[in-house]
């Protein structure tokens, strides 16, 4: 596996930024022709949260053996998948977590969502997404910040992204970062730049109004000469370690394993208030934002579900006089906690090299089983706490 330097988190002095998109960063981005009209029932973030009669039940089937020939276990979900994509890299797209940029599309394909604050106490996603080949409208897209782009690494990730500050320029550039950006960054540089990669919607405002589509990416992929098949001594598959279908991961095994019916993550996030409901018939983590029901507009206003939620403490730092943030993505000493089936345990992180994969233990030292399924990943401030059914989480690890 191929041993990276990791880059220190350091504390720069207030500085003013210079930008290439956003409000402040997408201010000069140029306009793509291509646009899509209006799509009726979808102004709104889909206010019918599912009720227990409607949330799809879990099919109870042999998943010993693929459904169908040639298909192959996904590493991100451990799902069944297409032999044909198995060596294919996923997309990593960042998308914004503001009200006005609700409700997304096709975020619910994502296979790993990662939700972190950025400046102003708000959040933002990075959608982890094996399957994309397919997708006419995927976002919508805003600018990069760099902790993210580690987190891309683990999976080899193509990543995307419209711009963002000059704190992501020495990474972003580097010889081993495939990325496409649909608007300078920085200040005003292009490397990655494709704006055809990406396009401005009608039906929002910008800066909530970019999107990428998969004809796109491909356009992108082939002008930068970008592999789509993971990269030798890049990925290593070895990423969760998965129970068995026939034997998953109910927790009870812990005697220490809490109930968890509703995570509410309103104190470390108090802008979006993102929050996850269990739901018993399907084993699923239902996630609202702002709240109402986080669904996907693209998907039948579904609202995104998860079978594992990580909440993972992490070290950081201020920047800056405009709260620009730095997480320490590389560590051996920081926890977190992790949910499935209902329940909750308490965990420690570690990871060590941009390209190896941020693994999770038990309080035994043992990597804990995750279960088959997609799978979110907040990561919340060290010294930040959450809530589970009532009662308040934080991390055990002193700064």
């Given amino acids: 596996m191929k041993r990276l330097q990791v880059l220190l988190l350091i504390a720069l002095s207030s500085t003013l930024l210079l930008f290439g998109c956003g409000k402040e960063e997408e201010a000069d981005a140029p306009v793509v022709s291509q646009v899509i009209e209006k799509q009726s029932g979808t102004e709104s973030q889909g206010e019918q949260t599912l009720d227990e009669s409607d949330k799809p039940q879990e099919e109870k089937v042999d998943d010993e053996e693929p459904p169908e020939e040639g298909m192959v276990r996904s590493t991100l979900t451990n799902e069944w998948i297409s032999g044909d994509i198995e060596k294919n890299r996923p997309i990593a797209i960042m998308v914004p977590n503001d009200s006005a940029a ?34 006419d409208r995927i976002g919508n ?157 693209a998907n039948n206003n579904e609202q995104l579900s998860f079978k594992n939620v990580f909440v993972q403490f992490t070290y950081h730092e201020v920047r800056d006089a405009k709260d620009y943030l730095a997480f320490q993505v590389h560590d051996t000493k920081r926890d977190g906690y992790f949910f499935t089936n209902g329940k909750g345990i308490h965990v420690t992180w570690k990871k060590t090299t941009d390209y190896e994969p941020t693994k999770y233990y038990d309080d035994d030292g043992n990597e804990v089983e995750v279960n088959t399924g997609k799978t979110m990943i907040c990561i919340v401030k060290q010294g930040a706490s959450f809530d589970v059914d009532g009662t308040s989480y934080k991390s055990s690890v002193k700064n």
Wanted: with cysteine; hydrophobic share 30%; aromatic share 16%.
């Fill in 141 to 297: 897209v805003r600018s990069c910040r760099d902790y993210f782009v580690y987190w891309s690494f683990e999976w080899d990730a193509v990543y995307l992204h419209f711009g963002g500050p000059y704190y992501i320029n020495e990474l972003v550039e580097r010889s081993d970062t495939d990325h496409i950006t649909g608007c300078a960054y920085g200040d005003k540089r292009t490397d990655g730049l494709y704006e055809n990669t990406f396009y401005r919607a009608t039906d929002k405002k910008a800066p909530h109004n970019a999107y990428a589509s998969a004809d796109g990416i491909n356009k992108g992929i082939e002008k930068f000469k970008i592999s789509k098949t993971y990269r030798d001594g890049y990925y290593n598959p070895d990423h969760f370690k998965f129970a068995s279908y026939k034997e998953p991961n109910t927790l009870e095994q812990y005697s220490n394993a809490v109930t968890a019916k509703e995570i509410d993550m309103t104190s470390a996030y108090p802008v979006t208030k993102t929050s996850f409901s269990y739901n018993e018939s399907d084993g699923l983590y239902y996630r609202s934002m702002y709240g109402k029901a986080d669904v996907d507009a």
């Fill in 102 to 135: 609700l409700p997304h599309y096709n975020i619910s394909k994502a296979d790993i969502l990662y939700e972190c604050p950025v400046e102003g106490g708000i959040t933002r996603t990075m959608a982890v997404i094996k399957d994309w080949e397919n997708l």
